[in-house]
């Protein structure tokens, strides 16, 4: 199994940017600013993730998120996305290849979330890279 870590200081300025980009309304808890359920799926922009690195588009195939807690300003994250299972399948538009991923984020050693994302590859990857 391939995997990545990272750690990431979540800022309230960050969480605000996110909720403003979904058009999400900002939500506090005991004034700490939550970060909306979906933002885990932006911490992939931090990782260097040597399996996605392949020509051509992934489609985003499902997303599931589960909470322990909420995410809240001046968290720091440890997080792991893991790449738990390929798979090969034929569709209308050809050969298909599903990515499993799981991205767990921890703080202070406590579980926070765990998020299940499917990004689906359309094409033959061995074919393009025999045919460059």
């Keep these: 199994m391939n995997s990545v870590q990272h750690r990431l200081h979540i800022t309230a300025e960050w969480i605000t940017d996110y909720a403003q980009s979904i058009e999400a309304p900002l939500q506090r808890i005991h004034g700490d600013i939550i ?35 909420p995410i809240i300003a001046e968290m720091i994250l440890d997080c792991e996305l893991s ?4 798979e090969k399948k034929v569709g209308s538009q ?26 689906i590859r359309v094409g033959d990857q061995n074919e393009e890279t025999h045919n460059r």
């Design 83 to 86: 790449l738990s299972k390929v």
């Design 35 to 69: 970060a909306p359920a979906t933002m885990p799926i932006i911490f992939w922009q931090s990782f260097d993730i040597p399996w996605l690195n392949v020509e051509g588009p992934f489609i985003h195939g499902s997303q599931h998120f589960s909470y322990k807690a």
């Design 94 to 119: 050809g050969d298909l290849t599903l990515y499993t991923h799981t991205l767990v984020c921890k703080c202070n050693g406590d579980l926070i979330v765990t998020a299940d994302t499917v990004l």
